[in-house]
């Protein structure tokens, strides 16, 4: 049974840094690509990064040139540094696993969730 188990959330101030992990079990992992997403309160859950196993990665406008998606093979386990972080990056953070090399950025298309991990953003 694959599993996807997030980590690294928490409150930070707005203009901080925070890096999320998503340590993976039960799976091949190098034959996965990788995304994280995010829900706010009463909103639909979002894509805001995504990392293929060939190295390729996708982030959505309202996050590039801040955020940073990256993966070990060898521990099995992806990362998403966040830096310069806003109120607006409030969120519950999601990892997720699709088989294949082409990241999407619809929910629909992942194989594999994990639970979520908070992070609170202050002003």
């Known amino acids: 049974q694959a599993q996807l188990a997030e980590s690294g959330g928490g409150l930070v101030q707005a203009g901080g840094s925070l890096r999320l992990s998503c340590a993976a079990s039960g799976l091949t992992f190098i034959g996965y690509t990788m995304a994280w997403f995010r829900q706010a309160p009463g909103k639909e859950r979002e894509f805001v990064a995504g990392l293929s196993r060939i190295g390729e990665s996708l982030y959505s406008d309202s996050v590039k040139g801040r955020f940073t998606i990256s993966r070990d093979n060898a521990k099995a386990t992806t990362y998403l540094q966040m830096n310069s972080l806003k109120p607006d990056d409030t969120a519950d953070y999601y990892c997720?696993?699709?088989?294949?090399?082409?990241?999407?950025?619809?929910?629909?298309?992942?194989?594999?969730w994990g639970h979520g991990t908070q992070v609170t953003v202050s002003s």
């Open positions: 997720a696993a699709r088989s294949g090399d082409n990241i999407f950025n619809r929910t629909i298309t992942y194989n594999y």
